[in-house]
């Protein structure tokens, strides 16, 4: 427990362009979605952020918003931003290891989203 307790603070020392990985680097929503992925990104139970694919369906451009979806089975998470009609899923691994743990990390995120938008 206390390596995992130590393995925690090092990801929270992280900053969130270390955090950052995947084939996909473009977040939407410019500066603002920057801005909400590095917010989502300091949880310290937060270890990873892997952006896909920005898919588009129609004019680009309105407002930005963001939720944390429910947790797999081994607490990862998922992050929805959407700006208009486009949308991109962000997926957010993190250091817990069940559902219960991940909705925890949810509630928490989107508290934080919530609380920025």
Not at 26 to 43: D, F, N, Y
Not at 87 to 116: C, P, S
């Amino acid at each position: 427990m206390t390596e995992n307790k130590s393995t925690i603070h090092q990801n929270a020392q992280n900053s969130s362009r270390n955090k950052l990985g995947g084939t996909h680097t473009t977040i939407i929503g410019g500066r603002a979605g920057k801005k909400l992925v590095s917010l989502v990104s300091q949880h310290p139970e937060i270890k990873k952020v892997v952006p896909s694919v920005i898919c588009v369906k129609g004019i680009a451009g309105g407002i930005l918003t963001g939720k944390v979806l429910r947790s797999d089975s081994r607490g990862n998470l998922r992050l929805l931003l959407t700006e208009g009609r486009s949308f991109q899923e962000i997926r957010l691994v993190t250091t817990v290891g069940t559902a219960e743990e991940g909705d925890r990390i949810m509630n928490e995120l989107n508290e934080i989203l919530k609380t920025a938008l």
